[in-house]
């Protein structure tokens, strides 16, 4: 638990953001976005306070959660296609209270037209 962290905030305060938690396992949520890229726009991120990827324990189960959360909803959804795109450290970079310092991979659904 990271008192800063916005992620965790909301792991430890459920209202915390107007936010919808779509998956939830013993070590990591997947949850919407509150301004999507397109319709189904979530992302993955553990439970544990991990600021980058070599302080990540277990990098292979958690790649491995994302795509089996990525397949899972965009069948659902029917989109045919998704973009995965892993932050890592991003905060450093940009002065933007939106980016966290706290692991997380987008999962965007792509469609075919008409859905964005
Ligand atoms: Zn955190």
Request: aromatic share 10%.
């Amino acid at each position: 638990m990271n008192n800063t962290c916005v992620f965790c905030r909301i792991l430890s305060d459920p209202k915390h953001l107007d936010h919808e938690i779509i998956w939830e396992g013993e070590k990591c949520v997947a949850m919407k976005v509150i301004h999507p890229e397109t319709e189904g726009h979530f992302i993955v991120f553990p439970k544990l306070h991990v600021g980058e990827m070599t302080e990540m324990s277990d990098p292979g189960d958690f790649f491995e959660l994302v795509v089996f959360l990525a397949e899972k909803f965009t069948k659902k959804w029917r989109a045919p296609a998704y973009v995965l795109k892993l932050n890592n450290n991003v905060y450093k970079l940009e002065n933007d209270p939106m980016h966290v310092g706290h692991i997380h991979m987008h999962v965007i659904p792509k469609y075919l037209t008409g859905k964005t």
